[in-house]
């Protein structure tokens, strides 16, 4: 399980970095923009969690290897947008990032619940990690984030994975069951709210 969860997450990472990637691509931001966008998108999350629960190192500060990897796929996107893979990598890249967002979700929920965090908090961590490095990409391009607009559901999805994770911990599950069930029950959520188009009801504004 854990060897598992660790490919989970590395499958996530560079699905974020993709999408961000991808974003700077279209804006025809140059290189710097493209890996600053990739970079934000991977660790923008994590990091804002890292901060709010005063933990240090940054996670990508100790894990700089992550660095290196985002920083080595930006090098390699532009060889496969010559080879005219970006449709297909544009198709493929919702299902790791589904996969990314349901353990980021997870693992950040028991980070917090390991610290002695309030179940409400614990999740809302778990929310922040998987998705406010989309959140923080969309406002670096002058953008409404996507998660606050109406699209299919997002961190909705996070939301009901982390308290997957709240309640098998409550039980005494061990903690690699409930972070892969909570990861889980978020992935299959957003993948299924892409496929049938899920949203939240639009809040109606009354007339003046």
Same mark, same amino acid.
């Given at each position: 399980?854990?060897?598992? %969860?660790?490919?989970?997450?590395?499958?996530? @990472?560079?699905?974020?970095?993709?999408?961000?990637?991808?974003? *700077?691509?279209?804006?025809?931001?140059?290189?710097?923009?493209?890996?600053? @966008?990739?970079?934000?998108?991977?660790?923008?999350?994590?990091?804002?969690?890292? $901060?709010?629960?005063?933990?240090?190192?940054?996670?990508?500060?100790?894990?700089?290897?992550?660095?290196?990897?985002?920083?080595? $796929?930006?090098?390699? %996107?532009?060889? $496969?947008?010559?080879?005219?893979?970006?449709?297909?990598?544009?198709?493929?890249?919702?299902?790791? #990032?589904? !996969?990314?967002?349901?353990?980021?979700?997870?693992?950040?929920?028991?980070? *917090?619940? #390991? !610290?002695?965090?309030?179940?409400? &908090?614990?999740?809302?961590?778990?929310? &922040?990690?998987?998705?406010?490095?989309?959140?923080?990409?969309?406002?670096?391009?002058?953008?409404?984030?996507?998660?606050?607009?109406?699209?299919? $559901?997002?961190?909705?999805?996070?939301?009901?994975?982390?308290?997957?994770?709240?309640?098998? #911990?409550?039980?005494?599950?061990?903690?690699?069951?409930?972070?892969?069930?909570?990861?889980?029950?978020?992935?299959?959520?957003?993948?299924?709210?892409?496929?049938?188009?899920?949203?939240?009801?639009?809040?109606?504004?009354? #007339?003046?």
């Amino acid at each position: 399980m854990e060897i598992a %969860l660790s490919w989970a997450e590395i499958a996530g @990472l560079i699905a974020f970095a993709v999408s961000g990637y991808l974003e *700077a691509e279209r804006r025809g931001m140059d290189p710097i923009g493209h890996f600053a @966008l990739a970079f934000v998108a991977a660790f923008g999350g994590g990091t804002l969690r890292d $901060l709010l629960i005063d933990r240090r190192p940054l996670f990508w500060i100790e894990h700089h290897e992550w660095v290196v990897a985002v920083l080595a $796929l930006s090098l390699l %996107l532009p060889w $496969l947008a010559r080879r005219r893979a970006r449709p297909w990598v544009e198709r493929a890249v919702q299902w790791p #990032d589904a !996969i990314g967002m349901g353990l980021f979700a997870a693992t950040g929920t028991a980070l *917090a619940l #390991d !610290i002695g965090l309030p179940p409400l &908090i614990a999740v809302m961590m778990g929310v &922040i990690t998987a998705t406010f490095g989309g959140v923080i990409v969309d406002v670096l391009c002058n953008e409404v984030p996507r998660i606050f607009r109406r699209t299919e $559901l997002h961190a909705t999805c996070a939301f009901a994975g982390g308290w997957v994770v709240v309640g098998l #911990d409550a039980l005494g599950t061990p903690r690699s069951i409930a972070i892969g069930a909570g990861a889980a029950i978020a992935f299959g959520l957003r993948m299924a709210a892409v496929g049938r188009g899920w949203r939240l009801p639009a809040v109606e504004r009354s #007339d003046p």
